[in-house]
Structure formats: C-alpha cells, structure tokens
C-alpha cells in the first residue's frame, strides 16, 4: 500500500473537566470573602496562614526568597491539592521557592486585588500630593486602607507583618522593603 491510502479518522469528542466540582472546591481565583468564611486565623485564608508558617520556618534565610521561582510542576500540584481541598503538606511537598511562588500567584489570582481598582487612584493622589512622611500623608493612607474590604485589611495586615519580618532578614537574604515592593506590587495591584 502507498501512504496516500491511509486515511486520517477526526473524532469530535473532547474531554473537559467537570467544572462544577472545581468551581465548588477551588481556592485560587475566588474572591478573598468567600475564603474567609474557612479561615481560622486572624480573618486570613488558611492556605496563606499555611504558606507564610512554612516560610517563616524555613525561607527567612533563603537567599532570594520571592524572586528565584520554584517548580513549574510543584507549583501545579500544590495548587491543584489545594483547589480540590486535600490535605498540603508543605515541609515534605513543597520547597522554599515554590511555596513562595505559589503564594505570589494566589495573590495574583484574585478575582479583586487586595488594593482594589476603588482605592488605588487615591493611594497614588495621597502620594503625589503629600511628602511621604507628613501626618497629612500618613492620615489620608489610614482612611484610604479602613476603606478596603475587611478581609482585604486582614490579609494585608498579616502579609505586611510578614514581609517585615523577611526585611530584617535582607542582610542574609536580600529582600529589603524596595525589592519586596517591587516583586509583591503586580500581585497586590491589578
């Protein structure tokens, strides 16, 4: 036979997911409020509580911690357990820049960013028209962020108390205040 008597057979079927188990167990990409009502501590998402724990254990020391990515392919699996509501064990699962990556891409996921669109064009008002350090400034910011939703200041809040916590560690790990704004600023801003 000649290879122009092979016939090529299409099939029309496709396999898709079965998206209302995955919209009902998903925790990436659904909004923080929703999440909330599982949270355990301090009004912020379990999966966050986990993540900055592991971090705080294990990646204050870690050179580049937020800025060296992890695995591609741990990145997926921790997140798929976590979106199907299994248990993570992140000490035997997960390494240092993978956990981090996977919390930068939760908080990228956000159907609203932890500073919603409402108050940034006043956050950058604030800054253009004061100095950074006046009492004006500092009081316009209080007002903006007690504008925020609450489960919104409640991750903040904790992601703040973190990320001071990986500063003092800079000298070791690299991550001042300026580098941690500049890898968390896409994530937090959409």
Same mark, same amino acid.
Request: proline share 5%; net charge negative; with cysteine.
């Given at each position: 036979k000649s290879l122009s008597?092979? @016939?090529?057979?299409?099939?029309?079927?496709?396999?898709?997911?079965?998206?209302?188990?995955?919209?009902?167990?998903?925790?990436f990409g659904v909004p923080l %409020?929703?999440?909330? @009502?599982?949270?355990? @501590?301090?009004? /912020?998402?379990?999966?966050?509580?986990?993540?900055? %724990?592991?971090? %705080?254990?294990?990646g204050l020391e870690h050179v580049g911690i937020f800025r060296i990515s992890?695995?591609?392919?741990k990145i997926k699996e921790l997140k798929q357990k976590y979106n199907r509501g299994e248990k993570v064990d992140l000490i035997n699962d997960g390494d240092v820049d993978s956990v981090a990556s996977l919390l930068k891409l939760f908080l990228k996921e956000l159907? /609203?960013?932890?500073?919603?669109?409402?108050?940034?064009?006043?956050?950058?008002?604030?800054?253009? %028209?004061?100095?950074?350090?006046?009492?004006?400034?500092?009081?316009?910011?209080?007002?903006l962020l007690s504008c925020l939703p609450k489960a919104h200041q409640n991750l903040l809040q904790f992601l703040s108390a973190f990320l001071l916590k990986v500063a003092t560690y800079s000298a070791v790990n690299f991550m001042t205040l300026e580098n941690l704004a500049i890898v968390f600023g896409p994530a937090l801003f959409k």
């Open positions: 008597s092979i @016939q090529v057979r299409h099939t029309t079927s496709k396999v898709l997911p079965d998206l209302q188990f995955s919209r009902e167990r998903s925790t %409020e929703t999440l909330i @009502q599982d949270a355990k @501590q301090c009004g /912020v998402p379990f999966l966050v509580t986990q993540m900055v %724990e592991y971090l %705080e254990v294990f992890g695995s591609v392919n159907p /609203v960013a932890v500073f919603p669109d409402s108050i940034c064009s006043g956050l950058l008002e604030t800054f253009q %028209e004061h100095k950074i350090h006046t009492t004006e400034c500092i009081e316009n910011l209080r007002q």
